[in-house]
């Protein structure tokens, strides 16, 4: 229940998430699922053919793609806070 109500702060406008977080944690899971996808594959063609048939030059561009798209869902998030100026509490001010 804690991650769809994370979900929805993340989607939610005005929230501390922001879409920069919603976005890295998306492409992060795509690139999971098709990390996994790629691995099934290589799985099933050793145990069908009995070697590996796939090209794996090819398969490795396809994962540098791929990594290459979760770091694109990140970028932003990290230039975005490298470059935020953190509000810090006066000394005045009583923290809650």
């Known amino acids: 229940m804690r991650m ?18 919603f976005a ?3 492409s992060v899971i795509i690139g999971a699922i098709i990390g996994l996808v790629v691995c ?3 799985i099933w063609d050793v145990v069908t053919n009995g ?8 398969l490795g561009v396809f994962l540098l793609c791929a990594g290459g798209f ?5 970028i932003n ?4 806070e ?3 100026k953190h509000q810090k ?3 005045n001010e009583k923290e809650v």
């Open 4 to 21: 769809t109500s994370y979900f929805r702060s993340l989607v939610k406008s005005g929230t501390l998430d922001s879409s920069k977080s």
């Open 40 to 42: 099934f594959c290589l």
């Open 82 to 84: 490298k470059y935020f």
């Open 24 to 26: 890295l944690l998306l």
């Open 77 to 80: 998030k990290v230039f975005g």
């Open 51 to 58: 070697y590996i048939k796939t090209n794996l030059n090819e």
């Open 70 to 74: 979760m770091v694109g869902g990140g």
């Open 89 to 91: 509490p006066e000394k």
